[in-house]
């Protein structure tokens, strides 16, 4: 699983010209799922978007997570973060496929809630366009693969 995890000032997401989801100061993390992503991928990458020590303290420090920042977060399910570029067209090949996808999507979403983040999202697999007031600019990477399994 890969998460590219932005620290914003505000971020939405559009559907068709409507607003699917926003939230004010947060994390947008654009997430994109393996073809060998598990539950237990899933729970480790939310755990650690969420505990990330990325807000700023009294002395500009990243010292303070998200839940202690009262940041919110909008996520939005990215593919294309798993783009093989060997040829000028992009290959999705390592990409889940819906039906392996969309349920950890979904687990990831929740296990954000359950840490008690207001979470916001895009829907899976439509046209989305995606805003954002990046805050620093803080844009960080995390990625976790299912042990023995090459991605």
Same mark, same amino acid.
């Given at each position: 699983?890969?998460?590219?995890?932005?620290?914003?000032?505000?971020?939405?997401?559009?559907?068709?010209?409507?607003?699917?989801?926003?939230?004010?100061?947060?994390?947008?993390?654009?997430?994109?799922?393996?073809?060998?992503?598990?539950?237990?991928?899933?729970?480790?990458?939310?755990?650690?978007?969420?505990? $990330?020590? #990325?807000? /700023?303290?009294?002395?500009?420090?990243?010292?303070?997570?998200? !839940?202690?920042? &009262? =940041?919110?977060?909008? @996520?939005?399910?990215?593919?294309?973060?798993?783009?093989?570029?060997?040829?000028?067209?992009?290959?999705?090949?390592?990409?889940?496929?819906?039906?392996?996808?969309?349920?950890?999507?979904? $687990?990831? #979403?929740? /296990?954000?809630?359950?840490?008690?983040?207001?979470?916001?999202? !895009?829907?899976? &697999? =439509?046209?989305?366009? @995606?805003?954002?007031?990046?805050?620093?600019?803080?844009?960080?990477?995390?990625?976790?693969?299912?042990?023995?399994?090459?991605?």
């Amino acid at each position: 699983m890969r998460a590219v995890v932005t620290r914003v000032n505000e971020a939405s997401v559009k559907i068709e010209g409507r607003v699917a989801g926003e939230i004010k100061k947060g994390l947008l993390v654009l997430l994109g799922v393996h073809k060998n992503d598990t539950e237990e991928v899933t729970r480790w990458v939310a755990d650690r978007v969420c505990g $990330l020590r #990325i807000f /700023e303290d009294a002395d500009g420090k990243m010292n303070i997570s998200p !839940g202690d920042a &009262g =940041a919110e977060i909008l @996520v939005v399910s990215q593919f294309t973060l798993y783009a093989d570029v060997s040829s000028r067209r992009p290959g999705f090949s390592d990409a889940a496929r819906p039906d392996l996808a969309i349920p950890l999507y979904e $687990l990831f #979403i929740e /296990e954000c809630k359950n840490r008690g983040f207001t979470v916001a999202t !895009g829907e899976f &697999g =439509a046209d989305m366009q @995606v805003s954002s007031v990046n805050d620093g600019p803080v844009t960080i990477v995390i990625e976790r693969q299912a042990k023995g399994m090459d991605a």
